[in-house]
Every structure is written in C-alpha cells, then in structure tokens.
C-alpha cells in the first residue's frame, strides 16, 4: 500500500515568487491535511480538506491557500513569498474521521532566498 | 481551541534505559492522542496512540499512558536503542465538528547514547 507522496521533496525560491506544492494521499483516504514546521514554531496547522471542501483553516495569512481534486489529491499555494515561509510543509493522510490516524508524507523542503 | 504541552525538550539516555515523554492537553472533549516519531530529513511516523476509552497501549518496548482527569498522556520507551534517537511528538485533536487538526507539542529530541 503506498504511502503519502509529496512533491517535490526540495525547493528554492525568490522572494516575491509563488510555489505550488502537491501531495497525494494514501488510496482511499479523503482528508488532507497541510502542515507548516519551522525549528521556532513547531507543526503548525495550516487547513484541511475533505471531498474537495475546505474544512477548516489554521491561522496564516490569505497567501496561503490550497485545494483538493475529485482523486482526493492536493495542493497548496504560498503567493508572494517572504523569507518567513522557508520552511517543511508536511501534509497528512486521514480517512476523515476525528480520531483516527493521520499519516504524512517526507515533506517538501521549501526555502526563499 | 487545544493546547499541548510536552515535556522535556531534550532527553539523553544510556543506551538499555528507559525513556519518558509526557504532554498535557486542554480541551477535555479530546479522545484520541497520537505520538509520532520524526527522523532527521523525514516526516513524521505514527508509532503509536491511545484512545480515550483505555487508560494505556503498549506496542512492544513502547507504551503510551493516558489520564483524562489530569488531562495528561505520556509516551514510555523501554530498553532504548540508538535507533530509537529522534524528535517525539505528542498531538491531540481540534474537537472542531466536521474536521480533523491535530494541535502538535513542541517536541522532544531524544538522543540514545550507546
């Protein structure tokens, strides 16, 4: 059974640019979550969603933003960037449910220079 | 919203000995606590969880504890072994109806010393 895939795994950018990021979840899982660690801030929650909804948003800024595919598929969107984003942006793989596992991918290392 | 506690943040031990994280929760409505254990340049790894419905797991040399009165869990790692070296974090769910979020600790870097 794969795992949770994120790509790409490395990234440099400017600031002032924007990236894509993506991640696929684990086959039949329907809930993505997205993840922001930095060694100052920890894993902080970026949003999550569910059959293509936007459950739920963490506190960023509207720069950040995402979305989620009919195959359960997702991506997120930094704009703008600033050298504060440089960070790994995990995602996570849920059934959808409250209590139960959530499983995440390598990451993707972003940095701006 | 939920807020994780989690203690120590660094946690040197000889190589055979015990290991013990703890964490610390806010919101009484949580009922599942996640620990994961993340390797340098790799993503998080559930190693093992509790529900709210059991006062302990154990999973080979590894068992998780669980108080809902005092609103604390705690991972224990038994004979460590180098491989066992790694950051451990505790997590507890956002009781937000309709979504998963899991509100992490900050982690503790365990180093194993053989």
């Known amino acids: 059974k794969a795992g949770v895939t994120q790509t790409p795994r490395y990234l440099i950018k400017t600031r002032g640019q924007q990236v894509t990021l993506s991640c696929s979840p684990i086959?039949?899982?329907?809930?993505v979550s997205w993840y922001q660690q930095t060694p100052g801030q920890g894993l902080q929650f970026l949003f999550e969603?569910?059959?293509?909804?936007?459950?739920n948003k963490g506190n960023f800024p509207g720069r950040f933003s995402g979305r989620q595919f009919s195959n359960s598929r997702s991506e997120m969107n930094v704009s703008t960037l600033e050298l504060g984003d440089s960070a790994l942006y995990l995602c996570?793989?849920?059934?959808?449910?409250?209590?139960?596992?959530?499983?995440f991918g390598q990451g993707t290392r972003l940095t701006v220079v | 919203g939920e807020n994780v506690e989690q203690h120590p943040s660094t946690l040197s031990v000889q190589e055979g000995d015990s290991a013990v994280i703890k964490c610390t929760y806010s919101?009484?409505?949580?009922?599942?606590f996640p620990w994961y254990k993340q390797e340098l340049g790799k993503g998080p790894q559930l190693i093992i969880d509790?529900?709210?419905?059991?006062g302990e797991k154990k999973d080979q040399r590894i068992a998780v504890t669980l108080n809902k009165t005092a609103k604390h869990f705690s991972l224990h790692i038994t004979e460590t072994q180098p491989e066992d070296s790694a950051v451990y974090f505790c997590?507890?769910?956002?009781?937000?109806?309709?979504?998963?979020?899991?509100?992490f600790g900050k982690g503790t870097k365990l180093s194993v010393i053989p």
């Open positions: 996570a793989s849920n059934k959808g449910g409250g209590d139960t596992e959530a499983f």
């Open positions: 086959s039949g899982h329907r809930s």
């Open positions: 969603y569910f059959s293509e909804t936007q459950r």
């Open positions: 919101d009484s409505a949580s009922n599942y």
């Open positions: 509790i529900r709210s419905n059991v």
């Open positions: 997590a507890a769910p956002h009781s937000g109806a309709g979504s998963y979020q899991l509100t």
